[in-house]
């Protein structure tokens, strides 16, 4: 598992399709579900013609948790749904990442999402420890 501001990702020796199915799998017993899809590599090809690596962007919600930060700032909806990549390394290596939520709630200035963006980051941290493990 690596790190940065704005993300946690980690690299598993699974094919594409097994590191998807294990990302959905993964959100789904935290609680997320998965709102909308976007097929970069289909999108790329589509718009500019061009060859890429396979690579999804599954925008998870976890509808309570997604509630109630909306209740404490309306406009939050900018910031979600919270963003889950999964691409391919190679034929047999995918990375899996997810946002790192406390970082993208500091946008705010609202220090009553801290507490939430916390609940969240956990949960995603544990989607990215259950993708590793399966």
């Known amino acids: 598992m690596q790190t940065t501001s704005y993300g946690i990702r980690t690299v598993i020796t699974a094919g594409y399709d097994e590191a998807v199915s294990r990302a959905r799998a993964a959100l789904a017993s935290e609680g997320f579900g998965v709102l909308c899809e976007i097929d970069i590599q289909a999108k790329l090809k589509e718009k500019l013609g061009v060859d890429t690596r396979r690579y999804v962007i599954l925008g998870a919600c976890n509808p309570p948790l997604a509630h109630e930060a909306l209740q404490l700032e309306a406009d939050l909806g900018l910031l979600l749904p919270c963003n889950v990549i999964v691409y391919e390394e190679s034929e047999r290596q995918s990375v899996v990442a997810v946002i ?35």
């Open 100 to 134: 790192e939520a406390a970082s993208m709630m500091t946008v705010t200035a609202n220090d009553r999402l801290t507490p939430i963006a916390q609940q969240v980051g956990a949960k995603l941290q544990r989607v990215i420890a259950a993708v590793e493990d399966s």
